[in-house]
């Protein structure tokens, strides 16, 4: 892995931390590589400064994440409002529309981010993107109940999508979510209106939630190549 992106992903982790993190919070705690900074960085001030937070995970990686680090975990039935929830993102749109789930926690990542006051994105360079789809060029990955996954891939080809099922690594067959689910990648070309595309997706039966964050960031820091940070607000 080039050492230029760590960095960059590193610097982004802890500047989300330092400027939104405060004593008392409730946090969501993301998942994907570049979250791991944001959280050796809580970690080192719960140490430092002794500040008490609870940390409600987004996935199996994040819960790990916070449980190895001596944080408290928390979840949705004891605090149903975050205040604060650092996650990473795969691209993100001058509008800070987002495409979440290349590492396949899309779901309760969203559900969390849409209980919490504010999603702050943690990222390095490459996310940086005009227009969803310029630079990734995955597609926009979509939870979907197994049994629909077929008839959903035909509707996706109707939609104007090219979808592929994703396959599991070091296992033969489907990559089985967090929740028991598989993922569609539709390749959708760039996408304009991210909002309608969004919509349409989530109305077919089958579909249990879509990787576009539409209108839910509030400031994403991108890492930079040379060490530097950018930031965009809402
Ligand atoms: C996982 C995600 C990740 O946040 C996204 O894939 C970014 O990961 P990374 O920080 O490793 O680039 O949405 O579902």
Redo the contacts with the bound molecule.
């Keep these: 892995m080039d050492n230029l992106i760590e960095i960059a992903?590193k610097k982004a982790g802890i500047a989300a931390v330092d400027e939104f993190v405060k004593d008392g919070m409730v946090l969501g705690i993301?998942?994907?590589?570049?979250?791991v900074y944001a959280v050796n960085r809580i970690v080192e001030r719960v140490k430092q400064e002794g500040l008490k937070v609870v940390c409600i995970p987004t996935s199996f990686q994040s819960t790990q994440l916070i449980v190895n680090g001596g944080l408290i975990l928390g979840d949705l039935s004891r605090y149903p409002k975050i205040d604060v929830d650092i996650?990473?993102?795969?691209e993100v749109d001058e509008n800070l529309n987002l495409i979440?789930?290349?590492?396949?926690?899309?779901l309760q990542?969203k559900i969390i981010a849409s209980n919490s006051e504010k999603l702050v994105i943690v990222?390095d360079y490459r996310k940086n993107s005009k227009i969803l789809g310029e630079q990734w060029k995955k597609g926009i990955p979509i939870e979907v109940i197994p049994l629909a996954y077929i008839p959903l891939m035909k509707k996706m080809k109707k939609t104007g999508g090219s979808p592929i099922l994703r396959l599991a690594e070091k296992k033969a067959g489907p990559l089985i979510t967090d929740n028991g689910n598989f993922i569609l990648d539709v390749d959708f070309g760039e996408i304009t209106d991210p909002k309608v595309l969004n919509q349409k997706i989530k109305l077919l039966p089958g579909v249990v939630e879509t990787?576009l964050f539409i209108g839910m960031t509030e400031k994403v820091y991108f890492g930079q190549k040379d060490g530097s940070l950018i930031s965009r607000k809402r």
């Design positions: 992903k993301g998942s994907g590589s570049t979250v996650d990473g993102a795969d979440k789930g290349g590492g396949g926690c899309l990542e990222a990787g």
